[in-house]
C-alpha cells in the first residue's frame, strides 16, 4: 500500500535528498581528513548554488549575488507565510470586476458606498 503525499511534502524530500547527497559527499571527505563533519549549507544558500548552476553568467560578482542571496531569502520567507495559511476547498479568489461587460463599476460602488 502507498502513502499519498502532498506535492510540497514531496518537493522537500527531494531537496533533503539531493542536499543530504552533498552533505554526505563533504562529511566523507573531511572524515578522511580526520576533521569534524562540516555544518550543511542552509536552504538559501542551496538554493543560490542552484541558481548559479542553471544559469551560469560571468556577471556574478560580490554585490550581485548578495542581491540574489536576499531575494531568495524573501521568496522563501514568503513562502512559508503563505504556506502556513489555512485554506479550505471552496475557498477561491474576490472577483474584483462584474460579471456582465456591460456593467461599469463606479468608486463610489467600487468602494462599497
Known amino acids: 500500500m502507498t502513502d499519498n503525499i502532498d506535492r510540497r511534502e514531496f518537493a522537500r524530500w527531494m531537496a533533503c535528498g539531493i542536499a543530504g547527497a552533498g552533505v ?4 566523507r571527505l573531511t572524515a578522511a581528513a580526520d576533521e569534524p563533519p562540516a ?3 542552509s536552504l538559501p544558500v542551496l538554493v543560490l ?13 560580490e554585490m550581485v549575488i548578495e542581491n540574489i542571496l536576499n531575494d531568495v531569502r524573501s521568496d522563501l520567507t514568503r513562502g512559508r507565510e503563505l504556506s502556513a495559511f489555512p ?7 474576490a472577483i474584483v470586476f462584474p ?4 456593467t461599469r463599476l463606479s468608486v463610489r460602488h467600487a468602494e462599497g458606498r
Open 39 to 41: 555544518k550543511p549549507p
Open 24 to 27: 554526505v559527499g563533504t562529511a
Open 49 to 61: 548554488a542552484r541558481i548559479m548552476e542553471e544559469f551560469p553568467s560571468e556577471r556574478y560578482d
Open 99 to 102: 460579471a456582465d461587460a456591460r
Open 87 to 93: 485554506l479550505k476547498n471552496g475557498d477561491e479568489p
